[in-house]
Protein backbone atom coordinates (compact mmCIF):
# COMPACT_ATOMS: atom_id res chain seq x y z
CA UNK A 1 0.00 0.00 0.00
CA UNK A 2 1.19 3.51 -0.93
CA UNK A 3 2.17 6.12 1.61
CA UNK A 4 -0.08 8.62 2.35
CA UNK A 5 2.82 11.41 1.40
CA UNK A 6 2.69 9.30 -2.30
CA UNK A 7 -0.76 9.64 -2.75
CA UNK A 8 -1.70 13.29 -1.42
CA UNK A 9 1.19 14.52 -3.57
CA UNK A 10 -0.70 14.64 -6.91
CA UNK A 11 -3.44 16.20 -5.01
CA UNK A 12 -1.37 19.13 -3.33
CA UNK A 13 0.43 19.20 -6.56
CA UNK A 14 -2.40 20.06 -8.67
CA UNK A 15 -4.13 22.46 -6.05
CA UNK A 16 -0.50 24.82 -5.93
CA UNK A 17 -0.80 24.70 -9.05
CA UNK A 18 -4.33 25.71 -9.71
CA UNK A 19 -3.64 28.80 -7.17
CA UNK A 20 -0.10 29.85 -7.69
CA UNK A 21 -0.58 32.69 -9.36
CA UNK A 22 -2.29 34.72 -6.91
CA UNK A 23 -1.43 34.95 -3.47
CA UNK A 24 -4.06 35.71 -1.75
CA UNK A 25 -6.13 32.76 -3.14
CA UNK A 26 -2.77 30.44 -2.21
CA UNK A 27 -3.36 32.37 1.07
CA UNK A 28 -7.33 31.14 1.49
CA UNK A 29 -6.33 27.47 0.13
CA UNK A 30 -4.39 27.00 2.62
CA UNK A 31 -6.83 28.27 5.26
CA UNK A 32 -9.74 26.20 4.48
CA UNK A 33 -7.53 22.98 4.09
CA UNK A 34 -6.65 23.57 7.46
CA UNK A 35 -10.38 23.97 8.24
CA UNK A 36 -11.43 20.87 6.33
CA UNK A 37 -8.50 18.97 7.77
CA UNK A 38 -10.27 19.50 11.45
CA UNK A 39 -13.50 18.91 10.61
CA UNK A 40 -12.84 15.24 8.75
CA UNK A 41 -10.42 14.19 11.57
CA UNK A 42 -13.49 14.57 13.97
CA UNK A 43 -14.42 11.36 14.94
CA UNK A 44 -18.36 12.15 14.59
CA UNK A 45 -17.55 13.23 11.17
CA UNK A 46 -15.50 10.83 10.72
CA UNK A 47 -18.33 8.09 11.17
CA UNK A 48 -20.94 9.76 9.09
CA UNK A 49 -18.23 10.05 6.15
CA UNK A 50 -16.85 6.38 6.33
CA UNK A 51 -20.16 5.33 6.17
CA UNK A 52 -20.77 3.09 3.14
CA UNK A 53 -24.53 3.70 2.31
CA UNK A 54 -23.75 7.49 2.42
CA UNK A 55 -23.12 8.82 -1.61
CA UNK A 56 -20.44 11.43 -2.12
CA UNK A 57 -23.12 13.74 -3.29
CA UNK A 58 -25.03 13.68 0.72
CA UNK A 59 -21.20 13.50 1.97
CA UNK A 60 -20.70 16.87 -0.13
CA UNK A 61 -23.63 18.27 1.59
CA UNK A 62 -22.43 17.44 4.88
CA UNK A 63 -19.18 19.16 4.44
CA UNK A 64 -20.92 22.12 3.41
CA UNK A 65 -23.42 22.48 5.79
CA UNK A 66 -20.45 22.22 8.05
CA UNK A 67 -18.78 24.96 6.55
CA UNK A 68 -21.35 26.62 5.96
CA UNK A 69 -21.03 31.01 6.31
CA UNK A 70 -17.43 30.47 5.25
CA UNK A 71 -16.58 31.85 1.48
CA UNK A 72 -14.93 29.08 -0.16
CA UNK A 73 -12.18 29.57 -2.88
CA UNK A 74 -13.33 28.43 -6.75
CA UNK A 75 -10.52 26.03 -6.99
CA UNK A 76 -11.88 24.73 -3.46
CA UNK A 77 -15.25 23.92 -4.66
CA UNK A 78 -13.61 22.08 -6.99
CA UNK A 79 -11.05 20.41 -5.44
CA UNK A 80 -13.56 18.90 -2.82
CA UNK A 81 -15.75 17.01 -4.84
CA UNK A 82 -12.74 14.97 -6.55
CA UNK A 83 -11.40 14.18 -3.15
CA UNK A 84 -14.66 12.90 -2.65
CA UNK A 85 -14.80 11.04 -6.72
CA UNK A 86 -11.21 9.50 -5.55
CA UNK A 87 -11.84 8.28 -2.31
CA UNK A 88 -8.92 10.81 -0.70
CA UNK A 89 -10.96 12.87 1.97
CA UNK A 90 -9.03 10.89 4.28
CA UNK A 91 -5.94 12.44 2.89
CA UNK A 92 -6.93 15.92 3.57
CA UNK A 93 -4.55 16.29 6.46
CA UNK A 94 -1.78 15.31 4.33
CA UNK A 95 -2.17 17.14 1.69
CA UNK A 96 -3.00 20.89 3.55
CA UNK A 97 0.73 19.70 4.78
CA UNK A 98 1.90 19.46 1.52
CA UNK A 99 0.16 22.77 0.31
CA UNK A 100 1.95 24.38 3.04
CA UNK A 101 5.37 23.35 2.10
CA UNK A 102 5.04 23.66 -1.34
CA UNK A 103 3.72 27.70 -0.89
CA UNK A 104 6.39 27.96 1.66
CA UNK A 105 9.27 26.93 -0.98
CA UNK A 106 7.70 29.52 -3.43
CA UNK A 107 7.85 32.23 -1.35
CA UNK A 108 11.35 31.18 0.38
CA UNK A 109 10.65 30.26 4.05
CA UNK A 110 10.02 27.42 6.24
CA UNK A 111 8.73 26.62 9.24
CA UNK A 112 11.10 26.23 12.08
CA UNK A 113 9.38 24.07 15.01
CA UNK A 114 11.36 25.02 18.43
CA UNK A 115 11.06 23.32 21.30
CA UNK A 116 12.28 25.06 24.61
CA UNK A 117 13.08 23.89 27.97
CA UNK A 118 11.37 27.37 29.13
CA UNK A 119 9.39 29.93 27.90
CA UNK A 120 11.12 32.18 25.49
CA UNK A 121 10.60 35.95 24.91
CA UNK A 122 10.50 37.61 21.78
CA UNK A 123 13.55 39.05 21.99
CA UNK A 124 14.98 35.58 22.28
CA UNK A 125 13.26 33.68 19.38
CA UNK A 126 14.17 37.04 17.06
CA UNK A 127 18.09 36.29 18.23
CA UNK A 128 17.93 32.53 17.51
CA UNK A 129 16.36 33.14 14.13
CA UNK A 130 19.45 35.08 13.57
CA UNK A 131 21.43 32.36 14.07
CA UNK A 132 19.36 29.47 12.82
CA UNK A 133 18.88 31.54 9.28
CA UNK A 134 22.65 31.20 7.97
CA UNK A 135 22.66 27.97 9.10
CA UNK A 136 19.55 26.67 7.04
CA UNK A 137 20.46 29.06 4.35
CA UNK A 138 16.33 30.02 4.24
CA UNK A 139 13.66 32.60 6.08
CA UNK A 140 12.53 30.81 9.01
CA UNK A 141 8.89 31.16 10.44
CA UNK A 142 9.17 30.14 14.25
CA UNK A 143 6.29 28.09 15.76
CA UNK A 144 7.76 28.38 19.87
CA UNK A 145 6.59 25.16 22.24
CA UNK A 146 7.41 24.17 25.60
CA UNK A 147 8.73 20.87 27.10
CA UNK A 148 9.84 21.11 30.20
CA UNK A 149 11.61 17.44 29.95
CA UNK A 150 14.61 18.99 27.75
CA UNK A 151 15.90 20.06 31.14
CA UNK A 152 17.48 23.23 29.28
CA UNK A 153 18.39 24.03 25.52
CA UNK A 154 15.87 23.92 22.73
CA UNK A 155 15.29 21.52 19.93
CA UNK A 156 14.75 22.96 16.60
CA UNK A 157 12.99 20.78 13.47
CA UNK A 158 13.21 22.80 9.76
CA UNK A 159 11.89 20.64 7.15
CA UNK A 160 13.95 17.20 7.62
CA UNK A 161 16.56 18.96 9.60
CA UNK A 162 16.87 18.67 13.73
CA UNK A 163 18.86 20.27 15.77
CA UNK A 164 19.35 19.32 19.03
CA UNK A 165 20.78 21.36 21.48
CA UNK A 166 19.19 20.09 24.86
CA UNK A 167 20.15 18.91 28.11
CA UNK A 168 18.34 16.05 27.94
CA UNK A 169 19.80 15.28 24.41
CA UNK A 170 23.36 15.53 25.53
CA UNK A 171 22.54 13.24 28.39
CA UNK A 172 21.21 10.69 25.83
CA UNK A 173 24.46 11.02 23.92
CA UNK A 174 26.36 10.18 27.09
CA UNK A 175 24.29 7.86 28.09
CA UNK A 176 24.77 5.89 24.82
CA UNK A 177 28.73 6.51 24.93
CA UNK A 178 29.06 4.54 28.26
CA UNK A 179 27.22 1.46 27.30
CA UNK A 180 29.26 1.39 24.30
Given at each position: MAENSTVARPYAQALFEAVAGDASVLNDCVEELKLLSD???TPEV???LSDPQIEDQQRLEVLTVLLQGRNQTAAMRNFVPLLLENDRLTLLPEITH?????RDAAL???QA??????PMDEAQIADLLKVLEPKFKIKLTP???VDPSLIGGVRVVVQDHVLDTSVQAQLTSMRDALIA
Open positions: IVTQVVQVMELGVAHIVSAFHVT
